[in-house]
């Protein structure tokens, strides 16, 4: 008997663990793609999680190869897609970028990445 408690409490507890991880909000897509070449400079970044967003923690920033700013400074989460954060761009020069986000899921856990992307000659 005593050895079922046991293996129920671990059963439980793995259980529990697995929620835990799949609360936090992981970065689904991005447009433009991660390690994409795009032709044209594009007007934002749009990027979707997993998770819906806390839009007075979360952001995004743009920068080129130089680690200045490209973008617009208006990052947001969209209100009619609480799981979409997007920044409006300068017009980008061909290149790399790098995208830095960070964010707060509604039910509190930060994520952070980065990843890059190139406008093409």
Known sequence: MKS????????????AGVTIAG???HLQRADPRAKSTVRTSPAQVRLWFTE???????????????GQRVDKGDSQ???????????SLTSLSPGTYKVIWRVLSVDGHVTKGTFTFRVGP
């Open 52 to 66: 819906q967003l806390e839009p007075a923690f979360s952001s995004v920033q743009v920068v080129n190869e130089s």
């Open 77 to 87: 989460v969209d209100p009619a897609e609480p799981k979409q954060l997007h920044i």
């Open 23 to 25: 609360a936090h909000a």
């Open 4 to 15: 079922i408690r046991t293996i129920l409490m671990a059963v439980s507890l793995l259980l």
